[in-house]
């Protein structure tokens, strides 16, 4: 990861092809599945395309594929 984009977003590399990724969104969440979820600590989630790969992924804490993103899209 280096400088932040778009807004705080950071700039980070596909884990699969090593191309830079497209920031796409960011979404403030506890990143739990949850009805408790609302009072767990929020952080930004950051979401990101691969114009290379075209594989979706999602940054909290770490950079991790973003399954239910890729189903929307394909």
Do not use: N
């Not at 609302?38 to 940054?59: E, F, G, N, R, V």
Request: glycine share 6%; hydrophobic share 30%.
């Amino acid at each position: 990861m280096s400088e932040a984009v778009d807004g705080g977003a950071p700039e980070v590399t596909c884990p699969t092809c090593a191309t830079t990724l497209v920031h796409v969104t960011t979404e403030i969440s506890s990143g739990a599945f949850r009805t408790q979820a609302a009072s767990m600590t929020q952080m930004p989630i950051h979401y990101y395309d691969c114009p290379s790969c075209q594989s979706c992924w999602k940054l909290g804490t770490r950079l991790l594929p973003d399954p239910i993103r890729q189903i929307l899209r394909g």
